[in-house]
């Protein structure tokens, strides 16, 4: 394991520990919704070879906790070594754990109680500095977001899985009047910013270090690409032209019979979708769900543009051109509240384009957070001066050009796993997540 601590921050370590509890059990509350509202048949069916059965996410999320509070930051004795390995997920595919000899639901559900319980102790015991995984309680942070990003997976296995709806949540609030007036870009400007981040105290290891990148001028969406917006992509035959397509993606475009995002189909003239169990008619103006990177390549290089690169997406949520720093969030450096962002489940779709005016960044780019991952240009590579911690299979593993950047998050995301700085990636070909994208181009005398 190689040492390297995140900064501590002035601890008032009561207030801390009080926030850690609230994230793990705001994110136990909501692994439970998630598997409490499916029979035991659902949970241990595997709804799609590219995901786990909803029993194994519970365990392994049981497994993770107990690995990494109990046995590294408490020096506890395994409970369990001998299920180590059914859910180590570089064991084992995803299309491979049907088969493991998986803990049964109630089983998973009491292996996973007994961890929490031992971890609060642990918790109210814990000094929260010190060592390199107490330092700001960066290891229980760790835990908390991990459980939310596998609630995240447990999600898009809700949205492959067939039968009658399982989850129920109210829309998002309508977009703002002036929705339909705003801008359909923005200018951000030639100059410095800082990217990444040696200050969030539970930011990820390929969050890091900080560091000065310099970008010429551009232009950016005020929005996501809406499925109105992609639908005239559709019917101008963009799906049937090689010439918006990248080689690698028009032969994935013909090997597995792209036509539209996924989910959609054409019936009586009129576009449909399937959402969590339920068929309804393609929202025209939310943004567009559910297409892969090549897909969302392509609509761009159709539409005369091009996807941002992940620096050009941060410069544009994070400057502050009036101060020349970078802020955690577009709004600033305060928490996500649901004036801001669509997060956390709260909605089970995005809103429409142009919600959220006071989630917007200084240069009047909105919904960076929130709704849906966005599509960037860039591979997944390290930062100058990486360093892997506290463990390489986080993302050292993933660096190179197999994978694309996504970034801001979407509506299935918690707000302890998003900020500004929060990088995900996926392979271009990926369609199941909840992703979408927002094109660029270069500004004038590049």
Known sequence: MTDVRPPATPPDAEALRDTIAAELLAAR??????????????????HSPLM???????????????????????GRD??????????DAFQHPRAERPSLPLLPPAEARAYAHEVRGRVL???????????????????????AQHEQQHDETMLITHQLRRGEPALAAPPPPPAPADAVTLPAEVLVPAGPFTMGTDTEPWALDNERPAHTVELPGYFLDTAPVTNAAYQRFIDDGG?????????????????????????????????????????????????????SWYEADAYARWAGRRLPTEAEWEKAARHDPATGRSRRYPWGDGPPGPEQANLGQRHLRPAEA????????PYGVRQLMGDVWEWTASDFRPYPGFRA???????????????KVLRGGCFAVAPVACRGTFRNWDYPIRRQIFAGFRTARDAEGR
């Open 121 to 143: 102790d642990l918790l109210a015991a814990s000094p929260l500095e010190g060592a390199p995984l107490l330092d700001a309680g960066f290891a229980f942070g760790m835990i």
């Open 354 to 361: 142009g919600s959220y005016p006071d989630g917007q960044s």
């Open 239 to 291: 799906y049937d032209d090689p010439r918006w397509w990248t080689p690698e993606g028009w032969e994935h475009r013909l090997r597995a019979e792209l036509t539209a995002p996924l989910f959609w189909r054409r019936e009586d003239g009129q576009w449909l979708r399937r959402r969590f169990g339920s068929v309804e008619p393609v929202p025209p103006n939310e943004p567009v769900l559910h297409v």
């Open 52 to 74: 786990s059965p909803l029993v194994w996410d519970l365990a392994h999320i049981g497994n993770q906790e107990e690995l990494w509070l109990l046995r590294n930051v408490g």
């Open 29 to 46: 509350a909501r692994t439970a919704a998630l598997t409490d509202c499916v029979d035991d048949r659902d949970l241990t069916a595997q």
């Open 78 to 87: 395994p409970m369990h070594p001998e299920i180590d390995p059914l859910y």
């Open 389 to 403: 911690w506290p463990y390489r299979e986080y993302s050292e593993v993933f660096f190179g050009p197999e994978y």
